[in-house]
């Protein structure tokens, strides 16, 4: 399902491209589009012309600079240190680094732009872009590339809370509230793919789209359904960030597991300088007392979940429904419409064309 764009060539290398650029931190229609140097290599990176890249909550949050607190994480205190958003991309390899021995020019790779955390601008909201070999994984050839772009960061997180400390068996129950933005649908699928039976929490106009994912029960908050749920949870993921102690605790079965993502919803919550971290560091302190509040103190290995991504997509048990195309000029409509929520599916962002 590739397309088959022209290869490009290691002569990009010096030249310029198109990209969003980020001046400062604030409003997203400050982005603004600019022919920039492209990248030069580390010998662990390689070049990639980016034919997909996506639209996630991660990109708003360092583009906007909110909470203000994840600016001392790397991407700069007082404006961007990197120009270009951006940390999923999906494309063609046009050059490596002296190093790299995993990937040759003409290969079509998926991953993530940088190694860290995604606080910060990765530089794939360009026509190209440079990648570290450890965030990469060859791409399926099952998949688009505009498909393979919606899963790296989303799925990352996923896996990094769905993995380690939390366990997901067969007939497990699994509750996951918000299963339908990026993160929930992800983890919904790999729930299903490790035998859990899945229920989705989501609105009235995504239940639909939840169960054609694979939930085996959805149920609407805009009605509260979840408060007469009678069922008791193995695991409960609450990417949406909503749930009461009160409820999930009444929700969980002995020995169950209760995971917060820390989703901030654009800044509605009005905590401009720490967003979630205090309620994250309350979680974290009160999980020496309380096994159901499991944390993830060691990171997975980004090379090792974006091998077992690609090979959930290569399987077919993993999909990334597209709701929304935007080219690369767009890219601040592109973030409107994720902050407005009404698109169902990913959005993804397309460098070289429609």
Not at 62 to 88: E, Q
Request: hydrophobic share 45%.
């Amino acid at each position: 399902m590739q397309d088959a764009p022209h290869e490009p060539t290691p002569s990009t290398i010096g030249q310029t491209m198109r990209a969003i650029v980020q001046d400062r931190y604030g409003s997203i229609a400050d982005l603004r589009v600019a022919n920039v140097p492209c990248p030069t290599l580390s010998d662990d990176e390689v070049l990639v012309k980016v034919m997909a890249t996506s639209v996630h909550a991660d990109v708003w949050h360092v583009v906007t600079g909110r909470p203000r607190i994840l600016r001392l994480l790397g991407n700069g205190v007082f404006r961007p240190r990197r120009r270009v958003p951006g940390t999923d991309l999906a494309g063609i390899v046009c050059a490596v680094g002296n190093g790299v021995a995993e990937f040759q020019p003409g290969d079509a790779v998926f991953g993530e732009a940088l190694l860290g955390m995604q606080w910060t601008n990765g530089g794939t909201y360009a026509q190209y872009a440079a990648a570290n070999v450890r965030a990469l994984a060859k791409m399926p050839d099952n998949v688009s590339f505009e498909q393979a772009a919606a899963v790296p960061t989303a799925g990352y997180i996923a896996l990094l809370n769905l993995t380690g400390a939390v366990e997901i068996a067969p007939a497990h129950e699994v509750l996951i509230n918000g299963a339908g933005g990026a993160v929930g649908g992800i983890a919904l699928q790999y729930a299903k793919s490790r035998g859990a039976r899945v229920t989705a929490v989501e609105h009235t106009s995504k239940l639909d789209f939840v169960r054609q994912l694979g939930a085996d029960d959805a149920l609407d908050y805009t009605k509260s359904e979840l408060d007469g749920c009678a069922t008791r949870f193995d695991v409960i993921l609450d990417v949406a960030s909503t749930m009461p102690t009160k409820l999930w605790s009444r929700l969980l079965a002995p020995g169950g597991k209760f995971v917060l993502i820390g989703h901030d919803h654009y800044g509605a919550k009005r905590r401009p300088w720490l967003g979630e971290l205090p309620t994250m560091f309350s979680l974290m302190f009160r999980s020496i007392f309380d096994k159901r509040l499991p944390m993830n103190f060691a990171m997975p290995e980004k090379k090792d979940v974006m091998e077992t991504l690609r090979t959930l997509l290569q399987s077919g048990q993993l999909r990334a429904p597209i709701g929304r195309l935007f080219p690369l000029e767009r890219a601040p409509a592109a973030l409107e419409a994720l902050t407005r929520g009404d698109v169902i599916g990913r959005i993804v962002l397309t460098p070289h064309g429609d």
